[in-house]
């Protein structure tokens, strides 16, 4: 006979999936109803004011892509991109990189303005290339880079991006839940973002929000949209309030349900606690992490809290220390990505994953497991430093 699959329960501090909490796996497992049942419709209008709430914004056009954080980047480059277009995409890891891909694709020309990774995109160079490039429509950055952990200052690119008439699209797959992030306030035009990150929900939907100058752009695009699922003038039907609504394809009903629950749990709490809660479980793993001996990738003002990439120490082995962890602590860090590959491990505290329990097992099990693979263990002190920072 075959059998059921049954994961292990392991401890989630990567760069995502973050640990879910109990209370999402179970409202995923309620009873499907029909998507265009009308209390399923009337869940779907509440999510909406949630993630209105999540994104800090009254955009209208608020709504959760049925796909990963990948399909909220994709829907906001096909509809705000045509043939033709210049776009201006500030790199600073992994992810502006996938930017530059969606912008090739929609048929357009994807001006790339470097950082180095580990540093935030820098408002001087993006402010220079809007100068150098008259012609260009649109403004592409990442406000939390999950390869390097570096943050952007959002409000200063999106100012600059409208000062030069110029859309601004954001990525805020790791930010959404864990560091402040005000759609409106900011001036952000299209924002994607991802469940499984800092919402500590299920991979695969993707929350998305645009203002209305992206939805007028939008309406008044000359060519059709080369994707018919991520057409957001066909979406709006699917989604738009008072209209009825038509149907566009199944909405993934169950993980819709986890979604709603990952917002209640986020309402409750508060935005401003969760961001709060964040920074300050980010210290005490800092301080733990820094009394094992590992140097962090991005300077202290630029830094994510919760996203920890901090340097592997010369003669550690990289895969040993991550498989020791998994095996033996049920406890999965993540590897480098791209060019920090084998040189940085990622350290998530997302969302629920982000907990005191956690930031002390992980430095523990660091301590422990960094002795065994020859590294010098800290005899208490890593640990010590971590409950001092907690004030213990
Ligand atoms: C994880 C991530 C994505 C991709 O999200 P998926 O859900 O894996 O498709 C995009 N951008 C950033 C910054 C991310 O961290």
Known sequence: MTSSFHPPQRTLMGPGPSDVNPRILEAMSRPTIGHLDPLFVQMMDEMKELLQYAFQTQNELTIPVSAPGSAGMETCFVNL????????????????????????????????????????????????????????????????????????????????AHHHDCLAIVDAVTSLGGTELRVDEWGVDAIYSGTQKCLSCTPGLSPVSFSAAAVERIRNRKTRVQSWFLDLNLVMGYWGSGTKRAYHHTAPINALYALHEALVLLKNEGLEHAWARHASHHRALKAGLEALGLRFVVPEAERLPQLNAVTIPDGVDDAAVRGLLLNDYNLEIGAGLGVMAGKVWRIGLMGYACRKDNVLKCVSALDEVLNRVGASGTQGRAMAATLAAYGD
């Open 81 to 160: 991109v045509e043939p033709g277009d210049t776009v201006i995409v500030c790199q600073n890891g992994v992810f502006g990189g996938r930017m530059k891909e969606n912008v090739e694709r929609c048929g357009a020309t994807a001006v790339m303005v470097e950082d180095e990774w580990g540093r935030a995109c820098d408002p001087q160079k993006l402010e220079d290339a809007l100068k150098a490039h008259p012609e260009a429509t649109t403004v592409a950055f990442v406000h939390a880079e999950t390869s390097t952990g570096a943050t952007t200052d959002v409000k200063t690119m999106c100012k600059i």
